[in-house]
């Protein structure tokens, strides 16, 4: 058996690990986009690595496009195989995976404007809303920790990760020459004590583990002492300042964690009258998917809805589809706050609202997760930047620039550790670190190494290791 691993290695973005088995079966773990690089990712999206019509199975640990996004690419080019996830993650790539196409269809039509007066041909998106669509009928929805064999030598079993809806440690056993090998990949690690999530559970011992490293460098602030930051900053920003608070976020996971915070803050007494709007309609569309999977809420969510029936929306909560009512924000000058994707603010509506807001003294823009190194939202938090380029114009900063960085999904390294802590690593023979930045994973290496974790490996772009 040999991994390969195509994307997310040495980096945040783009997902992709192909394990070739030895009697020639391909499974492919996740199958993600490359996201913050600006028009660079396009020529790196477009380069997956594998003959998509030679993969037989790809196993989902979660729907973020870094995760899900070029599984449409792959369908477009010939994969037929079948795509095993949990339930909410097949409910959620139905809807995420139609957006990241629409999304693409509009910035493409933005960039051949400016190659045609550059004289240069158009260019084409990755892949359509129909090939969003007609993937779909390649997902098979399995529910957590049930043992399910994907054919006679393979098998997979998911648990919870607690990184967002329907996110899971991928539990694979394959049979090679009467031999069982154990493999898990993680995904990505969320958060022990996640606002509206079940935690991250226990998965079962393995031979051979893949493991995320985002935050691998850094502890998470106080998650109460975050709940009061937020409530600070909107008092400060919206109360005394009269202005808005803009928060980019991701559709799914960040947006419905701000939006159950802000819901329990009103139902203390404790949020201002002001006007909250999500700004997204993936947003809208996945927290309707939300409310479908109980099974992925934790006790307090559960505890909530025993007295309140709606734990995402509250009465100043006014949730926006069409590009018209979004301009309308720009025009708006009532103190608010507003809740947009993305959350690296490299893309989507929250751009422009950053664009129109952020020299504004009166405004604050809140950052609440991780941004990769060249995004927007990375760029405005950069100590003593006085201007930022937004769509090729110039913008004075004089807003106020926040972080929050307990909001984010992403474990600390304190939190993986713990988490990984219950595979015995007697029996574990190998550890490889992806999904984060080459210097972060050197610093998280050498805290696995103190805490006992042995033979662990930054594998590089293109790097294919042998399991014997």
Known sequence: MKIKFLGAAREVTGSKHLITTDTGKNILLDCGMYQGKGLETDAMNRKLGFDPSEIDYLVLSHAHIDHSGLIPYMYKLGFRGSIVCTNATRDLCAIMLADSAHIQALDVKWFNKKRARDRQSPVEPIYSVFDAEDCMKLFIGIGYNRRFNIDSEITVRFTHSGHMLGSAVVNLEITEKKQLKRLAFTGDIGRKQNKILVPPAPFPDCDYLITESTYGDRLHENEQESTEELLHIVNETCVQNRGKLIIPAFSVGRTQEIMFVLNDLHNKGLLPRIKVYVDSPLSVNATEVF??????????????????????????????????????????????????????????????????????????????????????????????????????????????????????????????????????????????????????????????????????????????????
Request: net charge negative.
């Open 291 to 468: 409310r479908l999977h109980a099974e992925c809420m934790n006790d307090t969510v559960r505890d909530v809805m025993k007295y309140d029936e709606d734990p995402f929306g509250f009465q100043s909560l006014r949730l926006i589809k069409n590009v018209e009512e979004s301009k309308a924000l720009n025009a708006n000058h009532e103190p608010c706050i507003i809740i947009s994707a993305s959350g690296m603010a490299e893309a989507g509506r929250v751009k422009h609202h950053i664009a129109n807001n952020i020299s504004n003294w009166r405004n604050t823009i809140l950052l609440v997760g991780y941004c990769s190194p060249t995004s927007l939202g990375a760029r405005i938090q950069e100590q003593g930047l006085r201007f930022i380029s937004i769509f090729g114009e110039t913008h004075e900063i004089n807003a106020r620039i926040r972080s929050i960085d307990a909001f984010s999904g992403h474990g600390d390294y304190s939190e993986m550790i713990e988490f990984l802590d219950c595979v015995d690593k007697d029996v574990l023979r190998k550890v490889f670190l992806v999904h984060g930045e080459y210097e972060v994973q050197k610093a998280y290496k050498q805290r696995m190494l103190d805490k006992g974790f042995r033979n662990i490996e930054i594998p590089a772009l293109g790097q294919e290791f042998d399991f014997l």
